[in-house]
């Protein structure tokens, strides 16, 4: 680690807070207060306290960013040259790798995740960034022979302005992947972090400013989901909708954004099985499965949250699996332990809820299931790296999201089993597969509902590659060529010669 990283932190562990952080709402290039004067606070999930406090923004606020979006979109942004959009894109990478120990220090004391998750987290971000910056002026159309006397061509548009609510998970990345693609296709964004992450996305938001980013291009309103996400998602003037968070809430985006004939892209929840046949590397296997489930504490979409397993190494994987989650260390992210903390209480609470019910169902748990503390200071909001093991197929930590660190066993006595397992959720997010033989690698791959397969590596690809989820998981994708299909709109003119 940097020598300031480290000094940030020891402030940060010292005081219970970073100086200089933002409190106001980013909008048409200011920082604003919300017009009631509200505010909130966000708590450090590390210790439980408030660490800084701000603006909590309604109807209003949201009234002005969308304006001042529009208005940017249609005087200026839309008429950037593409280079030039490219080239504040890669402006703002560098600032952001310019500024990663400080905004991975804040990401942690909003989010709880390890320091060194967020500072991946940060550079994965500003990738993203160059990424698109690369792909803003190769956004070219085709044409289309209709023989001699006519000349028909396609255009690509920005579709217009684009609505960003953003999840408290991963509060950079999730925003990045989404602001990225819709900056460079020439469509302007107003964000809604969570309320409980709020803090790096006003920071970026500055250093776009820093990067040349024209005012009101890029706005943030801070504040809860009701006060400002749904105005934000209810305003006609907004084109597309861009989603991640529960099943619920994002049926109600759709129906906002469907009484304005708005595109949405929805990344919901998922309940990822990683099938792990006889014939896998057994201690490799392990290992990753260990971080497929316990990083970020658990609370990722596409966590392989659900182990389907084959019978004959069953009990020899699984007394590998719970030594391996028993030695991981939990505690403040920024002491660097194997496993952060838990984003709220509330979700605390919802992870005990599942694995007591479990227990009293008796369920076996073959680690963890208990609720902890930071071991120096015994505050915070943790859960120890727990295991349910030889789960049935219809129990409830099977079927339903957990979004913690909790991995249910399911034992299978084939392929054709592992498959009907695979699929036999609601979710269809992502799967892994480990094997040594590709060819049934690759027919699980072909037949499983899934968004992504991983072979032999979970969270396997990078930016370049598409992202996103089927049947309760959503639709449309981020991340790769695709992730700038949504911000997109075709355009065909024809023309007789």
């Not at 400080?102 to 160059?130: M, N």
């Not at 708005?262 to 006889?278: D, F, M, N, R, Y």
């Not at 489930?293 to 019978?311: H, M, T």
């Not at 002491?335 to 903390?341: F, L």
């Amino acid at each position: 680690m940097s020598d300031l990283l480290n000094r940030l932190r020891a402030e940060a562990l010292e005081t219970g807070r970073i100086e200089g952080l933002p409190g106001d709402m980013f909008i048409n290039g200011q920082w604003r207060a919300a017009a009631t004067g509200n505010r909130m606070e966000t708590l450090d999930p590390g210790t439980g306290e408030a660490f800084a406090e701000f603006a909590a923004g309604g109807a209003a606020e949201v009234e002005e960013a969308v304006a001042g979006s529009d208005k940017a979109f249609k005087e200026v942004w839309r008429k950037a040259a593409p280079v030039e959009r490219a080239n504040i894109l890669r402006r703002a990478a560098r600032l952001m790798r310019e500024n990663e120990e400080r905004l991975a220090v804040v990401e942690t004391l909003d989010s709880g995740k390890t320091v060194s998750e967020a500072l991946g987290d940060v550079r994965g971000s500003a990738r993203l960034l160059d990424y698109y910056a690369g792909a803003a002026d190769k956004l070219q159309g085709d044409t289309i022979p209709l023989g001699p006397d006519y000349m028909s061509w396609t255009m690509i548009e920005p579709v217009g302005v684009t609505a960003h609510i953003i999840p408290w998970n991963y509060p950079t990345s999730t925003m990045i992947r989404g602001i990225a693609p819709a900056l460079a296709a020439g469509c302007t964004a107003v964000v809604k972090p969570a309320e409980t992450t709020p803090l790096t996305a006003l920071m970026i938001a500055e250093l776009f400013q820093k990067a040349g980013l024209p005012n009101g291009v890029l706005n943030v309103v801070t504040g809860t989901g009701v006060e400002a996400g749904a105005p934000l998602v209810s305003d006609p003037r907004v084109r597309h909708i861009t989603f991640t968070g529960s099943v619920g809430t994002g049926s109600r985006v759709m129906e906002a954004a469907a009484k304005n004939i708005a595109s949405v892209t929805l990344e919901l929840g998922g309940k990822s099985p990683a099938i792990v046949l006889a014939d896998c590397d057994l201690d490799r296997t392990v290992e990753d499965m260990i971080w497929a489930i316990y990083s970020n504490a658990g609370q990722i979409c596409s966590a392989g949250s659900r182990l389907v397993i084959e019978r004959s190494i069953h009990a020899e994987f699984l007394e590998k699996l719970a030594k391996r989650a028993d030695e991981l260390t939990v505690g403040h992210g920024l002491r660097q332990p194997d496993v952060g903390a838990i984003n709220s209480a509330m979700q605390l609470d919802k992870i005990a809820g599942y694995v007591e019910d479990a227990r009293s169902r008796g369920v076996t748990v073959a680690a963890g299931g208990e609720r902890a503390t930071d071991l120096e200071s015994g505050k915070g909001w943790f859960f120890r790296p727990t295991i349910l093991d030889n789960v049935e197929h219809q129990d409830r930590v099977i079927q339903e999201e957990i979004f913690g660190p909790v991995l249910s066993v399911q034992v299978t006595d084939g392929v054709e089993q592992a498959l009907e397992y695979a699929n036999g959720t609601d979710f269809g997010l992502a799967a892994a597969i480990y094997t040594a033989d590709i060819t049934k690698a690759l027919r699980l791959a072909r037949d499983i509902d899934a968004g992504q397969l991983y072979i032999n590596e979970y969270y396997a690809g990078g930016v370049e590659v598409p992202f996103g989820g089927n049947k309760l998981s959503g639709f449309g994708r981020e991340k790769g060529l695709a992730g700038l299909e949504a911000y997109c709109k075709i355009k065909a003119v024809t023309a007789r010669i």
